[in-house]
């Protein structure tokens, strides 16, 4: 999946998500940070999230993070990005998890550590990290760093998908970039839909089933 497709996804994620957990103090400030992001401003949303990040908030440190490992519009720097990260995966911000698993795997601001990647990985996608669902369900279906499992890759799929669904349902805003949100959107869904149908092709409808009885345990124990 290509990485800057993928950090898009995540802010945009994050920002659907992100109001409701903001204390009322800081509230304001994080809502204009995050929305200087899909407006290319990135330097301006340093500017303004920085600060919160500073106070603990766990989405501001991590859109630092992101904002810092981009490099866009700002000096890169993967130290400052990992320090960031971590910080926030220490509150377990699912989408922390998630980066600092790909800064371990292709050791950026740290050394490459793949078991560590991995772990990281496996937290952030129990945690509700759709990228990081959608990457184990491919590393099992290829049996890249992980043993081939189709019915494990058929769960993480399944669990991603539903994510996927619901947030390209939701992505039709009336904002000037809800066209391009929505597209970003629908293509993640369309790559799940597309290892969904081959993974289903691949296995038994026993596993099939098997799959989706997890896929709809784990759902169930971790609706709120």
């Known amino acids: 999946m290509d990485l800057r497709m993928r950090r898009c996804f995540a802010i945009w994620f994050g920002i659907s998500l992100c109001f409701s957990l903001a204390t009322s ?8 940070g995050l929305n200087m992001l899909p407006a290319g401003n990135w330097a301006e949303a340093l500017r303004l999230l920085l600060p919160i990040a500073e106070k603990g908030n766990p989405i501001a440190q991590n859109q630092v993070g992101v904002i810092y490992r981009s490099g866009i519009h700002v000096p890169q720097d993967y130290t400052q ?7 926030a995966a220490k509150q377990d911000n699912p989408s922390a998890l998630n980066y600092l698993s ?10 490459a550590d793949q078991k560590k990647a991995l772990e990281l990985l496996t937290k952030a996608a129990k945690l509700g990290s759709v990228d990081a669902q959608f990457d184990l ?5 290829t ?3 992980v043993p081939k ?3 494990r890759a058929y769960v993480w799929c ?26 970003e959107a629908r293509d993640y869904l369309m790559m799940n839909r597309a290892l969904l149908a081959q993974l289903e092709t691949d296995m038994t409808p026993e596993q099939v089933a098997e799959g989706n009885r997890l896929a709809e345990a784990w759902l169930q124990a971790h609706s709120r």
């Not at 103090?25 to 204009?32: H, K, M, P, R, V």
């Not at 990005?81 to 910080?87: E, H, Q, R, Y």
């Not at 790909?102 to 050394?111: A, F, I, K, T």
């Open 81 to 87: 990005a990992f320090n960031w990260f971590t910080k």
């Open 143 to 145: 049996g890249r760093e």
């Open 25 to 32: 103090a800081t509230s304001g400030q994080l809502e204009d």
């Open 102 to 111: 790909l800064m371990y795997r292709d050791g950026q601001g740290v050394p």
């Open 158 to 183: 399944k669990l991603a998908a539903t994510q996927n669904d619901k947030i390209a349902q939701a992505a039709d805003y009336s904002s000037p970039w809800a066209g391009r949100e929505t597209r």
């Open 137 to 141: 369900a491919v590393m099992h279906f």
């Open 149 to 151: 499992d189709y019915i």
